[in-house]
C-alpha cells in the first residue's frame, strides 16, 4: 500500500500563503492528486501531478518530487472560504486508484 | 460539466430495513466508485466498477451489495445495517483508470444514520 503523511491541522492568516506538505511511500506510483473538502461536502479536485515540476492553477499551485516522494499544494492569497480539509491522493503499486491521506484540516482566520 | 449526483442527500434507516443510495453521471466515464467515510477521516474505498464490471470489493460485508445497471448509474442497497455503518457515502466517477483518465469527481455524497 501506500504510506501517505501530511500535517492534521493548518492555520493561517487571510490573505496569506500556505503550503501543505505531503510524503508517500510508493512502489510504482502512477499520479498524486489534491483534493479539497469542506465539512459535511463532497472532495473537490484540485490538482493532479504525474511529472515532477509545480502546476499552477489561480491561487493554487501543486509540486511533486518522484525521487524524494514528496508534493506540497500552495494557496496564495488566502480567503476565509479556503477553510477546509485537504487531503492528498496517492496512485501506486501499479494501481490507478488513489489511496487517500488523513486530511489536512486547513483554518484560515482574519 | 463535471456533475455526480447522489440521492438521497440524507437517509435515516432502523437495523432491520432495506434501503438503496443511487448514483448517475452523465459524463461518459466508465469507472465509478463507492467510498464510507466517517468524520474527520478519508474516505475508504468499497467497491469499483469498471466498464459496468465489478472489479474491486475491498473486503465489504454482504450487508453491502452494489449494482450498475448501465453506465450511468450505480447503486448500493442496504440490508441489515448495523449502526456503526453510520457515515457519509460517496461515489465517484472517472473516465477510465488510466493516468490522467483516473481524476475522480464526486458526488455531494449521503449523509446515513443507522438506528
Known amino acids: 500500500g501506500q504510506n501517505i503523511d501530511q500535517p492534521t491541522e493548518m492555520t493561517a492568516t487571510e490573505g496569506a500563503i500556505v503550503q501543505i506538505n505531503c510524503t508517500y511511500q510508493t512502489s510504482g506510483f502512477n499520479g498524486l492528486f489534491w483534493y479539497q473538502q469542506h465539512a459535511g461536502e463532497a472532495p473537490t479536485f484540485l490538482s493532479y501531478n504525474v511529472l515532477d515540476g509545480l502546476e499552477e492553477k489561480g491561487r493554487f499551485s501543486s509540486f511533486l518530487s518522484r525521487s524524494k516522494g514528496y508534493s506540497y499544494l500552495l494557496l496564495k492569497e488566502l480567503q476565509m472560504k479556503d477553510s477546509a480539509s485537504y487531503l492528498c491522493?496517492?496512485?501506486?503499486?501499479?494501481?490507478?486508484?488513489?489511496?487517500f491521506g488523513r486530511g489536512t484540516s486547513l483554518i484560515v482566520h482574519p | 460539466d463535471t456533475e455526480v449526483t447522489q440521492t438521497p442527500k440524507h437517509l435515516v434507516m432502523g437495523m432491520t430495513n432495506k434501503k438503496s443510495l443511487k448514483c448517475e453521471q452523465h459524463?461518459?466515464?466508465?469507472?465509478m466508485y463507492w467510498y464510507k467515510q466517517k468524520a474527520k477521516k478519508p474516505p475508504e474505498l468499497m467497491f469499483v466498477y469498471s466498464y459496468e464490471k465489478l472489479s474491486i470489493n475491498e473486503s465489504v460485508p454482504s450487508r453491502f451489495s452494489p449494482e450498475c445497471p448501465n453506465s450511468s448509474l450505480l447503486n448500493l442497497h442496504l440490508h441489515a445495517l448495523q449502526p456503526e455503518d453510520s457515515a457519509l457515502y460517496l461515489c465517484?466517477?472517472?473516465?477510465?483508470?488510466?493516468?490522467?483518465?483516473?481524476?475522480?469527481?464526486f458526488g455531494a455524497g449521503t449523509r446515513l444514520s443507522v438506528l
Open positions: 459524463m461518459g466515464h466508465r469507472a
Open positions: 465517484a466517477s472517472s473516465q477510465t483508470q488510466r493516468g490522467g483518465e483516473s481524476i475522480q469527481y
Open positions: 491522493a496517492v496512485m501506486g503499486g501499479g494501481s490507478y486508484i488513489p489511496t
